[in-house]
């Protein structure tokens, strides 16, 4: 049962262009939502995180919009550069949780 | 700071062989994971810890084993390779709280044929 959904698999954005992508959870007890950045041959490291009572959360080119009611979280990369194309992947994780429910990721490519 | 160390880099092992993957990491986190990750595909809990002593199963813990004797090692067994176990494993570490990340590795890509 995967218990966040990510969208695209897969994304083609142009230099400078906007990179978007879209996570759906299920589970109302999660309540923290980090994504993780993965380079070929590297393992994940985070990028950015929220907690659900923020709406939107924004470090440098990269913004998380959060919406509560929907049960949906999305990624924005602003500006989106060739050193940006990585695998993405979102998660989750409930309150005093041990373990993150990750979603399927997302390989984004960023053309010169 | 070495942060999570994951050896080997790379393995080839035949049907039928064993082998321990090693992870280590020094940043003395109590919590650590075991994760495979297959091509094109999204992570996958085989088994975690969080602390000495105290292991358990994630979502696909069916051929593996682990232990946890240190805060720093997690070892993780495979005990009669299958060609389905071919993925590459990743660990990762972290501390205490569920909003701290996780530390990962580099990963072990493991090839059995």
């Known amino acids: 049962q995967q218990q966040v959904k990510q969208s695209p698999q897969s994304l083609i954005v142009q230099k400078g262009g906007i990179s978007i992508i879209n996570c759906a959870y299920e589970n109302t007890a999660f309540d923290y939502f980090p994504w993780y950045q993965q380079f070929p041959g590297k393992g994940p490291a985070l990028l950015i995180a929220?907690?659900?009572?923020?709406s939107e959360k924004k470090e440098g080119r990269f913004t998380i919009s959060f919406n509560k009611s929907a049960k949906q979280f999305s990624l924005h990369i602003m500006d989106s550069q060739p050193g940006d194309s990585a695998t993405y992947f979102c998660?989750?994780?409930?309150?005093?949780?041990?373990?993150?429910?990750f979603g399927g990721g997302t390989r984004v490519l960023v053309k010169p | 700071n070495a942060g999570v160390t994951q050896t080997p880099k790379f393995r080839i092992l035949k049907i039928g062989q064993s082998m321990t993957l090693q992870c280590t990491q020094d940043?003395?986190?109590?919590?650590m994971y075991w994760y495979r990750q297959d091509p094109g595909m999204g992570l996958k809990l085989i088994y975690y810890s969080v602390g000495a002593g105290i292991t358990d199963k994630g979502e696909v813990p069916n051929g593996y084993n682990v232990s946890r004797s240190t805060t720093e090692d997690f070892p993780l067994r495979l005990e009669l390779a299958a060609p389905s176990q071919t993925s590459v494993y990743f660990c990762?570490?972290?501390?205490?709280?569920?909003?701290?990340?996780?530390?990962f590795g580099d990963g072990t890509r493991l090839s059995i044929l």
């Open positions: 998660a989750a994780i409930k309150a005093a949780g041990n373990k993150l429910t």
């Open positions: 929220i907690r659900p009572d923020v």
């Open positions: 990762a570490s972290r501390t205490g709280g569920h909003q701290q990340p996780q530390h």
């Open positions: 940043m003395n986190h109590n919590y």
